[in-house]
């Protein structure tokens, strides 16, 4: 399976090359795509230049801070224009372990979607306050309750999607541009009734640079997920031909 992994960044100078360099080794003929939003800290010259020195490392500049969600439409899309069946995505700031894209790929032989999950068994969050973990496994409690959707860890943003997913959600209707756009995705590969499976990640709180949350990205997912259960629905549509087809 050609596999990538798009790794949004803003400001993550400290520890982009490392992370980098990690997912190369990581995984076989894995390709990495940097999506920078004109970082002020030169987080896109460094990517030049890890581009320039690995065939395998290509660079989307966009023109200015937009958020999470327009950053991965655009790199998802990136991805989607060329042959790529595995489609990763990772922070920079290594809170995800990259040496995890190997099982994140390899899980994909059973699954359309698989979610590295802090909340099943064998998950685990290192170094956030306990005010942090509440805001997010109590986030995650909301989604699960207004929408049914049956993920422990929606919001996490490491994960693998066959391309067929990412053809079949409607990827350009997808409008979140905070975190919500991990919610956003997650349902909507539910919904339409393709496989996702969680496995277990450890996540590792940033130990540089800052964090981009803030109370508007809050303020939109708690929104975004109450229309999203009104308008239903519950279920997912059943398990989708095409993934099956692709999975022969
Ligand atoms: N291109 C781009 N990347 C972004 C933007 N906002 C966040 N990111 C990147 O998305 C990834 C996740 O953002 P973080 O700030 O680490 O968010 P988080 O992991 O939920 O929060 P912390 O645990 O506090 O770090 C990082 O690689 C960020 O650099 C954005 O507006 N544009
Ligand atoms: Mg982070």
Redesign the pocket.
Known sequence: MQAIVV??????RATLERAVMRSLDAVGDLDVLI???SSPDGTGELADALCRAHARVHVLH?PG????GP?YRAGLGWALERDYDAICEM???L?HDPADLARLVAALEGADLVIGSRYVPGGRVVDWSPHRLALSSGGNRYVRLMTGLPVADATS?FRAFRRVVLTEVGLATVHSDG?AFQLEMALRTWRTGFRVVEIPITFT??SEGA???NWRIIIEAVLRTAHWGLEGPRRPAGVHARSIAAHR
Request: net charge negative.
């Open positions: 790794v949004p960044t803003y400001n993550e999506v920078d939003d966009r801070k937009s958020g999470l950053a922070d920079a700031d809170s943003g975190y709180e940033r964090s981009k949350i």
